[in-house]
Every structure is written in C-alpha cells, then in structure tokens.
T-cell receptor, first 112, second 113 residues
Framework: DAGVTQSPTHLIKTRGQQVTLRCSPK?????VSWYQQALGQGPQFIFQ???????QRGNFPDRFSGHQFPNYSSELNVNALLLGDSALYLC???????????FGPGTRLTVL | GENVEQHPSTLSVQEGDSAVIKCTYS??????FPWYKQELGKGPQLIID?????GEKKDQRIAVTLNKTAKHFSLHITETQPEDSAVYFC????????????FGKGTHLIIQP
C-alpha cells in the first residue's frame, strides 16, 4: 500500500518565479492538506482540498493556490516567489471526517 | 485562532529512562490532539493521538494524557531507545477531519547511550 508521495524531492527557484508541487494521497484517502515547514519550526497549515474544492485556508497570501484532481491528487502553486518561501512543503492525506492525517516526505524548495 | 505551545525545545535523556514532552493549547473548541515524530529528511509520522473524550491513551512504550480543563496534553515515552531520537511535534485541531492541524514548535529528543 503506497503512502503519500510528493514530487519533486528538491527544487531551486529564483525570486519572482512560480513553482508547482505535486502530491498523491494514500490509497483510499480523499482529502489533501498542504503545510509549510520552515527550518527548525513546526508545520504551518496552508489549505485543505476535498471534492476538488478548497475547504479551509490558513494564514497564507493569495500567492499560494492549489488544485485537486478527480483522482484526489493535488498541486500546490506559489507565484512571485520570495526568499521567505524557502521551506519544506508537506502534503498530508486523510479520509474526510476522519481526523488522522498522514504526511508525505515533502518537497524542499529553495528560493535564491 | 489556535495557538499551541510545546516544551522543552530540547530534551536529552539516558537510554532506558523516560521522556516527557508537554503542550498547551488555547482554543477550547479543539478536540483532537495528535503527536508526530519527524526524523531527519523525512515527513512527520503519526505516532499516537487522543480525542477530547479520552483522558489517557497508551500504545506500548508511548502514552498520551489530556487535561481539557487546563488545556494541556503530554507525551510520555518509557524505556527510551536510540531509535527514539528525533523531533517530536504536538498538534491540535477541532477534529472532524475538516480542520487543519496547528503544530507546536517541536522537541528535539536526544537519547544518550
């Protein structure tokens, strides 16, 4: 049973560029949440997708957007990258109305 | 919004001893409290969780306690082993599967041989 997978593993971008990160949820899960983890900090909730719609959003600007596809996989898009966007981006999947969230290995984004 | 405080930031214990990590939360509506273990270069791994209708939960060497009145919960690891060395995070949410998790800042647990 495959767990949560994310791609790419690492990414280097320059300020002002745009980036797309991808996530495939654990088999059987229908809900995807995205988190940003800065170095030495706990993950911070960005948003959650269910039935291809954004259901809840944390305190992140509109530069952060997402999408969920009919097969439940998801993308995180970040526009106009800033140096402060450098972080580990984590995807977590869950089954709607069930609390447990299972995380992928993350994508390490470096903005130069 | 919810705020989760976690202490200590670093904890060093001798192999075989017990380790305790404590968290407090601010939102009385929170009712789901998971704990995650994160090893270097990996994503957080769910190790145990507790819901507000339960005061204590145990799974082998790991236990979690919850005091809803005081708004704090703790992780207890007994008979620590070298493989327990990692960063541990507590989190809180309103539950129901539709709420993002609010995490503490993490505790770096070091098991001394």
């Amino acid at each position: 049973d495959a767990g949560v997978t994310q791609s790419p593993t690492h990414l280097i971008k320059t300020r002002g560029q745009q980036v797309t990160l991808r996530c495939s949820p654990k088999s059987g899960h229908d809900t995807v949440s995205w988190y940003q983890q800065a170095l030495g900090q706990g993950p911070q909730f960005i948003f959650q997708y269910y039935e291809e719609e954004e259901r809840q959003r944390g305190n992140f600007p509109d530069r952060f957007s997402g999408h969920q596809f009919p097969n439940y996989s998801s993308e995180l898009n970040v526009n106009a990258l800033l140096l402060g966007d450098s972080a580990l981006y984590l995807c977590a999947s869950s089954l709607r109305f069930i609390n447990e969230q299972f995380f992928g290995p993350g994508t390490r984004l470096t903005v130069l | 919004g919810e705020n989760v405080e976690q202490h200590p930031s670093t904890l060093s214990v001798q192999e075989g001893d017990s380790a305790v990590i404590k968290c407090t939360y601010s939102d009385s509506a929170s009712n789901y409290f998971p704990w995650y273990k994160q090893e270097l270069g990996k994503g957080p791994q769910l190790i145990i969780d507790i819901r507000s209708n339960v005061g204590e939960k145990k799974d082998q060497r790991i236990a979690v306690t919850l005091n809803k009145t005081a708004k704090h919960f703790s992780l207890h690891i007994t008979e620590t082993q070298p493989e327990d060395s990692a960063v541990y995070f507590c989190a809180a949410s309103k539950g129901g599967g539709a709420d993002g998790l609010t995490f503490g800042k993490g505790t770096h647990l070091i098991i001394q041989p």
